[in-house]
């Protein structure tokens, strides 16, 4: 009989032991709660002004591996949005901004404190992520677009920053645990993981069935 306990569980990690699931089905798991999840991160950059040292690819670079909150009961992914659009549409891509002003007397950091968001619900996961240093003078000023994506296609996307699956002593039996980039909740992840492998799992059904 299958069975999933929970051995412990904070806001970013949680452990839970399976009991007799297959070992590639387990292992698939966990794949999919480490890249396999959807959340959103920045992937389309518009540098307005940058007179910073750091160059625009560096800075894009930079606000790209940002984590971001996600919320994916509000919003879907780009190929699954009614939009069919490039560019996208309030369902599927939220705007960042960041200005850091012109007027600082001294050299200073410039942090993820400072990104605005026109959607609440999607920021970066702390204000204490540095982006660039700006001299006295230099200025950035960016716009950027976030979609969600999954982590099989840019690391960006990641939904944790590890995910690892260890035997216990007893047969069949073995630890899973899950550490979130705080994009989502580690319980969000699992069960996310979860009904994404029942997804595939049916899929491949199907497509088997067609074969015969």
């Known amino acids: 009989m299958y069975s999933l306990e929970v051995l412990s569980q904070d806001k970013q990690r949680i452990s839970v032991k399976l009991k007799n699931v297959p070992l590639l089905y387990a292992n698939a798991l966990r794949r999919i709660c480490l890249n396999g999840v959807p959340v959103f991160a920045i992937d389309t950059v518009d540098i307005i002004e940058n007179s910073s040292v750091l160059a625009d690819e560096g800075i894009a670079h930079r606000l790209g591996m940002i984590p971001l909150t996600t919320d994916l009961s509000r919003f879907v992914e780009p190929s699954k949005c009614e939009c069919h659009s490039e560019t996208g549409c309030s369902n599927c891509r939220v705007m960042l901004m960041i200005d850091s002003g012109g007027d600082n007397d001294t050299t200073r950091t ?19 992520i540095p982006i660039v240093q700006i001299a006295p003078g230099q200025r950035i000023k960016i716009e950027a677009y976030a979609r969600l994506g999954r982590g099989t296609e840019h690391a960006r996307w ?55």
């Open 158 to 212: 990641n939904a944790s920053n590890i995910a690892t699956l260890i035997p216990t002593e007893k047969e069949d039996e073995h630890v899973l645990t899950v550490e979130t980039t705080g994009a989502l909740s580690p319980e969000h992840i699992l069960v996310d993981g979860v009904n994404e492998l029942s997804k595939r799992l049916e899929e491949f059904k199907m497509l088997l069935a067609e074969l015969k």
């Open 110 to 128: 410039v942090m993820s404190s400072e990104i605005t968001s026109e959607d609440d619900t999607v920021k970066p996961v702390s204000d204490k």
